[in-house]
Nanobody, 127 residues
Framework: QVQLVETGGGLVQAGGSLRLSCAASGRTLMFNAYAVGWFRQAPGKEREFVAADSWGGSSTLYTDSMKGRFTISRDNAKNTVYLQMNSLTPEDTAIYYC??????????????????WGQGTQVTVSS
C-alpha cells in the first residue's frame, strides 16, 4: 500500500503561483517505478486530468490547456512529486489530487487507471 498526501494549496491572487507537493509513504522502496498524476475537481464538475509523470521520470503528459503554465516534476529521494502552477486564474480553483500507480505502461489521463489517491488540497484563485 502507498499513502499519498498533498500539500501546498491555499489562496492566491490571479496571476500568482503555487507549488503543490505529493508525498508518498508506505510501499515506496521503488518510488521511481510509480507513475504519478495530478487531477483536479471544481465544485459541480467532474474530476479533470492535469498532468502526469511516468516511472523513472522518462516522460510527462499534460492537458493541453495547462501545458506551459503547469510543470510536473519529482524527487525520488524524497518520494515526492511536485506540481508547479504559474499564471493562475480563477478557473484553476479546485481541489487538487495526486494519484499513483506502479507501472511501466504509457501514461494515461483516465482517473480509473490509477490505484492510489491522496485526500486532496484546496487551491483557490481570487480575481
Amino acid at each position: 500500500q502507498v499513502q499519498l498526501v498533498e500539500t501546498g494549496g491555499g489562496l492566491v491572487q490571479a496571476g500568482g503561483s503555487l507549488r503543490l507537493s505529493c508525498a508518498a509513504s508506505g510501499r515506496t522502496l521503488m518510488f521511481n517505478a510509480y507513475a504519478v498524476g495530478w487531477f483536479r475537481q471544481a465544485p459541480g464538475k467532474e474530476r479533470e486530468f492535469v498532468a502526469a509523470d511516468s516511472w523513472g521520470g522518462s516522460s510527462t503528459l499534460y492537458t493541453d490547456s495547462m501545458k506551459g503554465r503547469f510543470t510536473i516534476s519529482r524527487d525520488n529521494a524524497k518520494n515526492t512529486v511536485y506540481l508547479q502552477m504559474n499564471s493562475l486564474t480563477p478557473e484553476d480553483t479546485a481541489i487538487y489530487y495526486c494519484a499513483a500507480k506502479i507501472t511501466t505502461a504509457p501514461l494515461t489521463a483516465r482517473p480509473s487507471w490509477y490505484d492510489y489517491w491522496g485526500q486532496g488540497t484546496q487551491v483557490t484563485v481570487s480575481s
